[in-house]
T-cell receptor, first 113, second 115 residues
Framework: KQEVTQIPAALSVPEGENLVLNCSFTDSAIYNLQWFRQDPGKGLTSLLLIQSSQREQTSGRLNASLDKSSGRSTLYIAASQPGDSATYLCVVNSRGGSYIPTFGRGTSLIVHP | EAQVTQNPRYLITVTGKKLTVTCSQNMNHEYMSWYRQDPGLGLRQIYYSMNVEVTDKGDVPEGYKVSRKEKRNFPLILESPSPNQTSLYFC??????????????FGQGTRLTVV
């Protein structure tokens, strides 16, 4: 059964720092991996989707990489801002007949001015 | 605007009183699903649907029912709610389930309290 782990669970940094959030998964047979942002009391907003054949995706200050063979993905946030404060979730869609995506428990990020 | 709409956003109910949380998407997506989110447990899938009239259990289906009579709607039904179903619920949709290049879209969530 696929397991997804996100490290660290929480992170508090000063504004301007470059950040790396980690996501690891146990089964490399995946369709894709998606990073979401969740603000308190709100829904999930998709940030980046990486297909299994891709190595990375970029959107603005965000860059997500995927190393399927080692079961890892990283979300890189450049020049962090207080508005980046949120919980970041990694979601893996696995092959093998199951259509149940597996969520990590998230990294709670606080960027203080 | 592409979106997934859940209603209600907040609901307080009593044990045993049947309720339905609605979910609608306007993207003609085939795949829809329901999740609950609890502190320390993360998001867990309750039920999913690959298409009209095709539904299947997720990781935590006990105490819930769903139906998919039309492509755009996927209501979550609690026939006899209990306090352990107090949670934050999310509906999601994507073009296909699990296939590549299928970005998932989430509703804004329904916070349910069962007393």
């Amino acid at each position: 059964k696929q397991e997804v782990t996100q490290i660290p669970a929480a992170l508090s940094v000063p504004e301007g720092e470059n950040l790396v959030l980690n996501c690891s998964f146990t089964d490399s047979a995946i369709y894709n991996l998606q990073w979401f942002r969740q603000d308190p009391g709100k829904g999930l907003t998709s940030l980046l989707l990486i297909q299994s054949s891709q190595r990375e995706q970029t959107s603005g200050r965000l860059n997500a990489s995927l190393d399927k063979s080692s079961g890892r993905s990283t979300l890189y946030i450049a020049a962090s801002q207080p508005g980046d404060s949120a919980t970041y979730l990694c979601v893996v869609n696995s092959r093998g007949g199951s259509y149940i995506p597996t969520f990590g428990r998230g990294t709670s990020l606080i960027v203080h001015p | 605007e592409a979106q997934v709409t859940q209603n209600p956003r907040y609901l307080i109910t009593v044990t045993g009183k049947k309720l339905t949380v609605t979910c609608s998407q306007n993207m003609n997506h085939e795949y829809m699903s329901w999740y609950r989110q609890d502190p320390g447990l993360g998001l867990r899938q309750i039920y999913y649907s690959m298409n009209v009239e095709v539904t299947d259990k997720g990781d935590v289906p006990e105490g819930y029912k769903v139906s998919r009579k039309e492509k755009r709607n996927f209501p979550l039904i609690l026939e006899s709610p209990s306090p352990n179903q107090t949670s934050l619920y999310f509906c999601a949709s994507s073009l296909f389930g699990g296939a590549a290049n299928t970005e998932a879209f989430f509703g804004q969530g329904t916070r349910l309290t069962v007393v």
